[in-house]
């Protein structure tokens, strides 16, 4: 059985930064990839980057240069690193892994069968 836990987010004022967890448990990194989605009240969820077989994809161009994505295969953790936060950062992100050994070209909720519960950032002026 998959599981998938987020952890890290809170408040923050702007400029600062914010780095997420996500372990996965039931399943390896060589096996599933992994993203980061972020999703605001009222709006769609969009895919903020994946990783899959230790190569990071980024779909957001807003988040390009601030956000890094990373993982630690020993602890099956999935991290996003978030600086210089913007107030238009903040939204419920959540962590999501999919059986493929590699990063979908198209980053979409439906593609990603496993999903943590999400984690708040929000980010202050």
């Known amino acids: 059985q998959v599981q998938v836990k987020e952890s890290g987010g809170g408040l923050v004022q702007a400029g600062g930064s914010l780095r997420l967890s996500c372990t996965v448990f039931?399943?390896?990194?060589?096996?599933?990839?992994m993203a980061w989605f972020r999703q605001v009240s009222g709006k769609e969820r969009e895919g903020v980057g994946c990783?899959?077989?230790?190569?990071?994809?980024d779909y957001v161009d807003s988040v390009k240069g601030r956000f890094t994505i990373s993982q630690d295969n020993t602890k099956n953790t999935l991290y996003l690193q978030m600086n210089s936060l913007k107030p238009e950062d903040t939204a419920m992100y959540y962590c999501?892994?999919?059986?493929?050994?590699?990063?979908?070209?198209?980053?979409?909720?439906?593609?990603?069968?496993?999903w943590g519960q999400g984690t708040q950032v929000t980010v202050s002026s």
């Open positions: 999501a892994a999919v059986p493929f050994d590699h990063c979908p070209p198209v980053l979409r909720p439906t593609n990603f069968p496993y």
């Open positions: 039931g399943l390896t990194f060589e096996d599933y990839a």
């Open positions: 990783i899959g077989w230790g190569t990071t994809i």
